[in-house]
């Protein structure tokens, strides 16, 4: 069973930053993909940022120009850093680890906007 944690988050104005962490218990190169997504409550988890086969990345428009996913295998951790935020980035933010078999996710953590 893969163990996987996200943190980071928590409350910030608007235009400041946040970096969110995804610490796992296996190496990230073991995974096909590893994405960031969000959730506002009675709304769709929608993907904000990930890392495919390949090394390609995909962006939200939302997020485009102010929010990168990247990873560290040396920590086995996978990292959303947002700037410029904005109050409609608030949400519960998820990180999302898949094989060719599974998708593992996390417990999720609260990001908030707001002056």
């Known amino acids: 069973q893969v163990h996987l944690g996200e943190s980071g988050g928590g409350l910030v104005q608007p235009g400041g930053s946040l970096r969110l962490s995804c610490a796992t218990s296996?190496?990230?190169?073991?995974?096909?993909?590893m994405a960031w997504f969000r959730q506002v409550p009675g709304r769709q988890r929608e993907l904000v940022a990930g890392?495919?086969?390949?090394?390609?990345?995909n962006y939200a428009d939302s997020v485009k120009g102010r929010f990168t996913i990247s990873g560290d295998n040396a920590k086995n951790t996978v990292y959303l850093q947002m700037n410029s935020l904005k109050p409609e980035d608030t949400a519960v933010y998820y990180c999302?680890?898949?094989?060719?078999?599974?998708?593992?996710w996390g417990r999720g953590t609260q990001v908030t906007v707001s002056s």
């Open positions: 890392i495919f086969s390949g090394g390609s990345t």
């Open positions: 296996e190496s990230i190169s073991s995974f096909d993909s």
């Open positions: 999302r680890l898949t094989t060719s078999r599974y998708n593992y």
